[in-house]
């Protein structure tokens, strides 16, 4: 079974300064993991994904995440955070390729302040 | 190209009472998903559809039905509401032909159990 670990429910930063969401995961398998976007009352938005063809991985709007295996993590950042940014962030894992669901965090709602 | 749809929006029902959750995609999508949202709780996978005539428990399916009517359709149905029913209800889909089966949301059903 996987499981995924989002740290802090909130995260506030200041416009202009580093956007820094943190995800770690558990897996018995190589896994593949997403982070997506939520703004309000909407649906979820794919940011990126790792593949395990880079371990550096970048996705829409500026973001990014790194795959760090040894310490089973999936940290997402933004060097520089806009008032656009503020949204709930998910973090989710599947073990493995194939259809099965995913397996999501409690996400992380990311407040900007001017 | 609508993406993933659902109906309805919102919907307020009494205990006890049933209703049909629909989702359709246009994306010739195999896979097709049903999960829950609850404040703190991240998402959570109710129901899936590997394929086309398959369908599969998730973490949380008690309470729930599902039908894959056909490739484009996967609906959602509440035989008896419970208030512990209300949340917001997202359809996703996914497919082979994706580099990782990543998967596609609709923009959600509000749904309250009074």
């Known amino acids: 079974a996987q499981s995924v670990t989002q740290l802090g429910s909130h995260v506030s930063v200041s416009e202009g300064a580093l956007v820094l969401l943190r995800c770690n995961y558990s897996?018995?398998?190589?896994?593949?993991l997403f982070w997506y976007v939520q703004y309000p009352n909407q649906g979820l938005q794919l940011l990126l994904k790792?593949?395990?063809?880079?371990?550096l991985v970048k996705g829409i709007n500026g973001f990014e995440a790194e795959f760090k295996k040894s310490e089973t993590s999936f940290h997402l950042t933004k060097p520089s955070a806009h008032m656009s940014d503020a949204a709930e962030y998910f973090c989710?894992?599947?073990?493995?390729?194939?259809?099965?669901?995913?397996?999501f965090g409690k996400g992380t709602h990311l407040i900007i302040q001017p | 190209n609508a993406g993933v749809t659902q109906t309805p929006k919102f919907q307020v029902l009494k205990t006890g009472q049933s209703m049909t959750l629909q989702c359709a995609q246009d994306?010739?999508?195999?896979?097709m998903y049903w999960y829950r949202q609850d404040p703190g709780m991240g998402l959570r996978l109710i129901y899936y559809s590997a394929s086309e005539g398959t369908t599969d428990k998730g973490e949380v399916p008690n309470g729930y039905n599902v039908s894959r009517l056909n490739k484009r359709e996967f609906s959602l149905r509440l035989e008896s509401a419970a208030p512990s029913q209300t949340s917001v209800y997202f359809c996703?889909?996914?497919?082979?032909?994706?580099?990782?089966?990543?998967?596609?949301f609709g923009p959600g059903t509000r749904l309250t159990v009074t």
């Open positions: 897996s018995s398998v190589p896994p593949y």
């Open positions: 996703a889909s996914s497919s082979p032909g994706l580099s990782v089966y990543e998967q596609y």
């Open positions: 790792y593949t395990s063809a880079a371990t």
């Open positions: 994306m010739n999508h195999n896979s």
């Open positions: 989710a894992v599947r073990a493995g390729g194939g259809a099965d669901g995913l397996t």
